[in-house]
């Protein structure tokens, strides 16, 4: 089994800053892209930033020059530090990895449960 665990979350001022990890744990043998998403009441999941293994970065334009990816891949987290934040980065944040268990490199898809960023105007 695969767990992805959260953290960071909570409210923040607008123009403040947070910043989210998520460890992944259980039987890994191999991690590749993680990333995060996120989504707001009504609204549907979407992209935030992602990290390859190699480290190749991609980031949704609306959090371009604010949000910063990173990742330790000794401990299998992933980190999203974010800065400059606005009502609008209001949303349950997720972590997603992309991850096989085995040596037969059967990548899946594992979600955490997410967490709450709320931004006050």
């Known amino acids: 089994q695969v767990q992805l665990v959260e953290s960071g979350g909570g409210l923040v001022q607008a123009g403040g800053s947070l910043r989210l990890s998520c460890a992944a744990s259980?039987?890994?043998?191999?991690?590749?892209?993680m990333g995060w998403y996120r989504q707001a009441p009504g609204k549907q999941r979407e992209l935030v930033a992602t990290?390859?293994?190699?480290?190749?970065?991609n980031y949704a334009d609306s959090v371009k020059g604010r949000f910063t990816i990173s990742r330790d891949n000794a401990k299998n987290t992933v980190y999203l530090q974010m800065n400059s934040l606005q009502p609008e980065d209001t949303s349950v944040y997720y972590c997603?990895?992309?991850?096989?268990?085995?040596?037969?490199?059967?990548?899946?898809?594992?979600w955490g449960q997410g967490t709450q960023v709320t931004v006050s105007a």
């Open positions: 259980g039987s890994i043998f191999r991690i590749n892209a």
């Open positions: 990290i390859s293994s190699s480290g190749t970065i």
């Open positions: 997603n990895a992309n991850i096989a268990t085995t040596s037969l490199f059967i990548f899946r898809n594992y």
